[in-house]
């Protein structure tokens, strides 16, 4: 038996198979082909492939998100029907060539041709031609969509994981997470937290190939990956990761119970997403509302931006299905660790400090209003409250405020029914905080986010993993800011919660009270854990 000694980033046992994953850079090289008939087949049977995935796919949609966003998965069949598509490609293989480059060539020369056309709609059908050629690409290199390629879940060993790979990643199909580099404080981290996944961080280990298929446990308890365990060790894991399962369900009691301590003080536990799909976890963790919906994730693993109408429908959904609790959703928070290509955003010396969140925002505001565009259209289902993201300046929030008033004017003279929305900011920023009375007097609310309010406060940078140990969390005057967010925010009327992944600490809970904060927005498998800490006050 190996073991290896990571950062945990969730308290819970997992017990598999290990798969290996790596960076899925896959090349397509143009080869000539001495059977094009054969190859031809092989394109034919990839292309039933696709579409027997697109199927699946448009029914877990259609039963998860509803009809509206499951479109696209029969949108994307129907291309892969269509006839000059299919001849472009059949040609390309009858020259001789192999199947993969005349996707790719095929590819290449719809999805040109879409972007070049001037009507909106269809030049954003050329991230549709992409996406569908890149599936057939994907299925006659046998690489599987998100590069796991069983069915059985497994403990998912990697060396870095993206934010944007581990959002593309099938919770069904894993057990936990172990990677050799990573923060506990990265977006990575936070989303194995919101999949409710047991998961390492910056382990010391080495994987490779061979360990694809040994039977691994993760103890996220004690930060300890084994690897290929002793019989009688591998029991006792079993036993404990049993014991674990069965107090999550002991949780379960205090679901519909009102999070309100022994003296009556209550606070609301909200749910942190980001994606439309989490909303399920939310709900079945009978959260109070959405505290911190982070809309870059409908950015991330795109190829192009995602439309006003895309948006719509997300943010719809997600309001229909909350059913009239609270849902607050962050603008676009993209930049330093959130990367998209399509951005097209330099690098940078240092990307936490640099060009991000609402700063893009105001710079590129065609990218602002579309979003804003869609969150007002989808106010008209639900209680959707807005939030911006890395706020600095009164300035900044006065001209947001004037391009919000601009949005709702153009929507309402086309025609559109919007709901009462509330404006708020983040609070993650030393100067935010410092200034709080001043910007509390501009909007409806605060949230806190402690993660970039740790990493300004301390200068200690969330992605690295060197200064865990510098990273106190904990810290008096990380503590000092948020208290005194809350007491301004109160001295002007407005509420303020924390939606940092501080908020699910629970020895924390007793002076987040006593402070007065008024919300704990958290990862939904954090909710009930949160609840017990407030009632057991
Ligand atoms: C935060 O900074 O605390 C926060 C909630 O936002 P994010 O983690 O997405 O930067
Ligand atoms: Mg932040």
Same mark, same amino acid.
């Given at each position: 038996m190996d073991k290896y000694i990571g950062k945990s980033v969730l308290k819970g046992i997992a017990v598999g198979r290990i798969y290996w994953y790596q960076k899925q850079n896959y090349e397509i090289v143009k080869k000539t082909v001495a059977d094009s008939d054969a190859e031809k087949s092989r394109f034919e049977e990839a292309i039933e492939t696709a579409k027997d995935q697109l199927s699946t796919l448009y029914d877990e949609a259609l039963a998860n998100v509803g009809e509206d966003h499951a479109m696209i998965f029969d949108i994307h069949r129907m291309m892969l029907e269509d006839d000059d598509y299919l001849e472009a490609i059949d040609s390309v293989i009858a020259e001789g060539y192999n199947a993969e480059y005349a996707v790719e060539a095929a590819q290449n020369q719809f999805s040109e041709l879409f972007a070049s056309m001037d009507d909106?709609?269809?030049k954003a059908r050329a991230a549709d031609v992409k996406d569908i050629s890149q599936r057939v690409i994907r299925i006659l290199m046998g690489i599987s969509e998100d590069g796991i390629p069983t069915d059985e879940p497994v403990i998912l060993v990697a060396d870095d994981l993206t934010p944007s790979e581990t959002v593309k990643m099938d919770k069904n199909k894993i057990l936990a997470f172990v990677?050799?580099? &990573?923060?506990?404080? $990265?977006?990575?981290?936070? !989303?194995?937290?919101?999949?409710?996944?047991?998961?390492?961080?910056n382990t010391q280990m080495n994987p490779g190939e061979e360990w694809n298929g040994k039977v691994g446990v993760v103890d996220g308890f004690n930060g300890e990956f084994l690897?290929?365990?002793k019989q009688d060790l591998l029991d006792e894991m079993i036993r404990r990761k049993n014991q674990w399962v069965a107090d999550l369900e002991a949780l379960e009691q205090l679901k519909g119970l009102d999070n309100v301590t022994h003296d009556g003080r209550r606070i609301d536990v909200y749910a942190n997403i980001g994606k439309v799909e989490d909303v399920e976890g939310a709900l079945s963790a009978d959260a109070?509302?959405? &505290?911190?919906?982070? $809309?870059?994730?409908?950015? !991330?693993?795109?190829?192009?931006?995602?439309?006003?109408?895309?948006?719509?429908?997300?943010y719809k959904t997600v309001l229909e299905k909350m059913d009239g609790k609270k849902v607050v959703?962050?603008?676009?928070?993209?930049?330093?660790?959130?990367?998209?290509?399509?951005?097209?955003l330099d690098a940078e010396e240092n990307p936490a400090l640099g060009y991000r969140a609402i700063r893009i925002c105001l710079d590129r505001p065609e990218i602002f209003i579309t979003q804003l565009r869609a969150i007002y259209r989808a106010s008209a289902y639900g209680k959707a409250a807005i939030m911006f993201p890395m706020i600095v300046?009164?300035?900044?929030?006065?001209?947001?405020?004037?391009?919000?008033?601009?949005?709702?004017?153009e929507l309402s003279v086309e025609g559109y029914a919007m709901g009462d929305v509330e404006l708020g900011i983040m609070v993650e920023t030393p100067a935010a905080a410092l200034i709080s009375r001043e910007l509390a007097k501009e909007v409806d609310f605060f949230s806190i986010g402690t993660n970039d309010?740790?990493?300004?406060?301390?200068?200690?940078?969330?992605?690295?993993?060197?200064?865990?140990?510098?990273?106190?969390t904990h810290h008096p005057a990380v503590l000092k800011l948020i208290e005194m967010t809350v007491a301004n925010a109160h001295k002007e009327g407005i509420w303020a919660g924390i939606c940092g992944e501080l908020a699910a600490d629970t020895d924390l809970t007793e002076t987040f009270l006593e402070m007065g904060v008024d919300e704990l927005s958290v990862s939904a498998s954090a909710i009930l854990k949160v609840r017990k800490a407030v009632r057991d006050i």
């Open positions: 909106e709609y269809m990677t050799v580099r &990573g923060s506990a404080n $990265s977006h990575t981290a936070i !989303l194995a937290r919101s999949m409710n996944l047991p998961a390492l961080v690897v290929e365990p109070g509302g959405i &505290g911190l919906f982070r $809309s870059e994730f409908l950015y !991330l693993g795109k190829d192009t931006f995602p439309t006003e109408e895309e948006q719509y429908v997300s959703i962050r603008t676009l928070d993209i930049g330093a660790d959130k990367k998209v290509d399509y951005f097209n300046s009164v300035e900044e929030v006065r001209r947001i405020k004037e391009i919000v008033d601009q949005v709702k004017e309010l740790t990493q300004y406060t301390l200068a200690v940078d969330r992605q690295n993993q060197k200064l865990e140990s510098t990273c106190d």
